[in-house]
């Protein structure tokens, strides 16, 4: 298993902590360093069953300053993503054939 995780962010501490409460084997993946290629983040979108443009957090200054209000393609979406990590939301478990997002934490225990 996998997590993307980026340690400045509370929900990725929280759900870094609960996995490993519960004694889960994980190796973390700070995304923010380490960015997953296009391939690597279409394979997330798709074991997520989610829309390129669900991942972005539209919270973010990059979001809101060069996407907000734009009408772009799942690879245009992907791209964005892999060239600006901050847009990833995260914390993201990654196990086989599945993934979740940890908002909230305990959302990764269902892939368990």
Not at 12 to 17: D, H, I, Q
Request: hydrophobic letters at 35%; one cysteine or more; proline letters at 6%.
């Amino acid at each position: 298993m996998e997590l993307y995780h980026n340690p400045r962010c509370q929900k990725s501490r929280e759900t870094l902590k609960l996995l490993e409460e519960k004694g889960v084997k994980f190796e973390i993946r700070k995304y923010l360093e380490d960015t997953p290629d296009r391939t690597e983040l279409k394979e997330v979108i798709d074991k997520l069953g989610i829309p390129a443009e669900e991942l972005v957090r539209k919270t973010e200054k990059i979001y809101k300053s060069n996407f907000k209000g734009k009408d772009l393609s799942e690879d245009e979406w992907i791209k964005a993503m892999v060239e600006n990590p901050k847009l990833i939301q995260r914390p993201i478990l990654i196990k086989g054939s599945k993934a979740a997002i940890g908002r909230p934490p305990e959302t990764v225990l269902e892939i368990l």
